[in-house]
């Protein structure tokens, strides 16, 4: 199993920045994701990060205000979040997958998820 412990949510308003960090320990791990889930909707694929090379990816709806990043001596990815909205309201998860399945943006892809931390930006 990956231990995935993130931190970073708060109560924001909207046009400011946070950034979130997810620390990953255990097991080997091939992708490590953020996926978000606001009150009453699915949960939804953010960004991930490849870790052997470094490739990101960002979902459509987050890309130009969201970026994420890795220290590899930390084992920690971070999700910035800038030009925040009031829609970016919910729980952010952490994810792992351990095998690097072909479908980054799928709930079903991943092995391990953190506890989550919630975000939540005022208009």
């Known amino acids: 199993q990956v231990q995935l412990v993130e931190s970073g949510g708060g109560l924001v308003q909207a046009g400011d920045s946070l950034r979130l960090s997810c620390a990953a320990s255990?097991?080997?791990?091939?992708?490590l994701a953020w996926f978000r889930q606001a009150p009453g909707k699915e949960r939804e694929f953010v960004g991930g990060?490849?870790?052997?090379?470094?490739?990101?990816y960002a979902a459509d709806t987050v890309k130009g205000r969201f970026s994420i990043s890795r220290d590899n001596a930390k084992n920690t990815i971070y999700l910035q979040m800038n030009s925040l909205k009031p829609e970016d309201t919910a729980v952010y998860y952490c994810?792992?997958?351990?095998?690097?399945?072909?479908?980054?943006?799928?709930?079903?892809?991943?092995?391990?998820w953190g506890q989550g931390t919630k975000v939540t930006v005022s208009s």
């Open positions: 990060i490849r870790w052997s090379g470094g490739s990101t």
């Open positions: 255990g097991r080997t791990f091939l992708i």
């Open positions: 994810a792992a997958d351990r095998t690097g399945r072909p479908v980054m943006r799928l709930p079903s892809s991943y092995d391990d």
